[in-house]
């Protein structure tokens, strides 16, 4: 890989470890906000309808941001909060900076890294690449969405398939995930969906057009 696609790429790996574990403070407690911000007010992150900020599990810190998304329901332990028939596990990872060439031009490449050994260790939730099935991507806009299978032990609560989007807002590259629960486990098309619906809420949240 050539260096001016390397750095994207491993600026883009931090992004995705910060979906294990993100070092810093918890967000300002505030119940369950349907919208909380980041990146020192940088950034706002939000999710589909029906979801919610899990302020206990969210953090923002010097390494970047890590917000966990729940129903509102289910955090606020009010069903009038609203509950999406079927629910999922949404994630959003912030990292301040994005590539300067602009992220659109280096899509076809980083999506070409992630189904290599090291791209697939990046997107593994053990860092083992073995784990890792890509079974497809695809660009839309100026968005990369990854359709992946982690097979690593510790995601034995949600179902091993989920989707990944991956985009420049703010000066910030911004990774979001869609997953289901192991028990109740939701279709492909319905992860994608939902997975396009929290990335136009963020698109519009912080001032982009869909596109």
Known sequence: ????????????????????????PAVAEDSAPRAVSVSQGGLV????????????????????AFVLFGTCAALSGKSGFGRPSRPGVLTASVIDGAPAEGIASLLPEMAAFFATPAG????????????????GSYIEGTTLYLD????????????????????????????LSVMSLADD??????????LQSFVARMKSANGAGLF
């Open 45 to 64: 992150v939000t999710g589909p309808s029906g979801y919610c900020v899990d302020m206990h599990a969210s953090r923002d810190g010097t390494a970047g």
């Open 1 to 24: 890989m050539s260096t001016w696609t390397s750095k994207p790429a491993r600026r883009l790996c931090r992004a995705l470890a910060l979906a294990l574990a993100v070092a810093g």
């Open 148 to 175: 992946i299978v982690d097979r690593a032990a510790s995601a034995q609560r949600v179902a091993p398939g989920y989707w990944r989007a991956v985009l420049a807002l703010n000066g910030r590259t911004v990774s």
């Open 120 to 135: 697939k260790r990046a997107l593994s939730r053990s860092g083992n690449p073995e784990t890792v099935e890509l079974r």
């Open 185 to 194: 486990p939701l279709g492909e098309s319905e992860k994608r969906r939902l």
